[in-house]
């Protein structure tokens, strides 16, 4: 069974448009959290929630929206895409509180383009 | 400030080489510290970590060990394969994991 899931893997969209990734685990952990991977491969957290809460909101654009349901599912909404938006976004768990002492797990990551 | 720098890559290396990649962080106090690998197409995977000051992590033949004095986490391996070739992950723990830029390794046969 996959531990950490993402879709789509593939993404591809005009510039504008609104589109979301969804991530869900099902490793029980209490702490989800999405990162972005530019084209340097070079990787930054955008945000992290715990039992539903936000807890990290880094530097990013209000065009990214996290919403949590449930612990087990973390989605990103993206609002008027650009074409700086092109990259690969990881979703992640982890068990602990997100002070990041804890193994983080990843999924497979969702690969955007925007044209 | 809080970051991880690790050397630049790409590091290319034949089968059975000695792989050395450097990594150093600054932090207040002793934050956990990680190697992850990210193989082509996939997403990051834990390769080994320690939690505090002169661990040694190991796994798959790969240790790094962590030094206070020189605030380091250097990545080694004795004799690397074909299939270590993949992008390698430094990091830190704060408020999230901090990432270093990461290195590519390859190996050729």
């Known amino acids: 069974d996959t531990a950490v899931s993402q879709t789509p893997k593939y993404l591809v969209t005009q510039m504008g448009n609104d589109k979301s990734i969804k991530c869900e685990q099902n490793?029980?952990?209490?702490?989800m959290y999405w990162y972005k991977q530019d084209s340097k491969k070079f990787l930054k957290i955008m945000f992290s929630?715990?039992?539903?809460?936000?807890?990290i909101n880094e530097t990013v654009p209000n065009r990214f929206s996290p919403k949590s349901p449930d612990k087990a599912h973390l989605n990103l909404h993206i609002n008027s895409l650009e074409l700086g938006d092109s990259a690969v976004y990881f979703c992640?768990?982890?068990?602990?509180?997100?002070?990041?002492?804890?193994?983080?797990?990843f999924g497979p990551g969702t690969r955007l383009l925007v044209l | 400030g809080n970051s991880v720098t690790q050397m630049e890559g790409p590091v290319t290396l034949s089968e059975e080489a000695f792989l050395t990649i450097n990594c150093t962080y600054t932090?207040?106090?002793?934050?956990?510290l990680f190697w992850y690998v990210q193989y082509p197409g996939e997403g990051l995977q834990l390769l080994l970590k320690?939690?505090?000051?002169?661990d040694k992590g190991s796994n798959k033949g790969f240790e790094a060990t962590y030094r206070k004095e020189t605030t380091s986490f250097h990545l080694e391996k004795g004799s690397v394969q074909v299939s270590d070739s993949a992008v390698y992950f430094c990091?830190?723990?704060?408020?999230?994991?901090?990432f270093g830029k990461g290195t590519t390794l390859s190996v050729s046969s």
């Open positions: 992640a768990s982890s068990q602990d509180r997100g002070t990041g002492q804890e193994t983080q797990y």
């Open positions: 932090a207040t106090g002793y934050p956990s």
């Open positions: 929630y715990n039992n539903k809460e936000l807890i």
């Open positions: 490793l029980g952990h209490d702490t």
């Open positions: 320690a939690t505090k000051a002169d």
């Open positions: 990091a830190r723990h704060g408020t999230a994991l901090i």
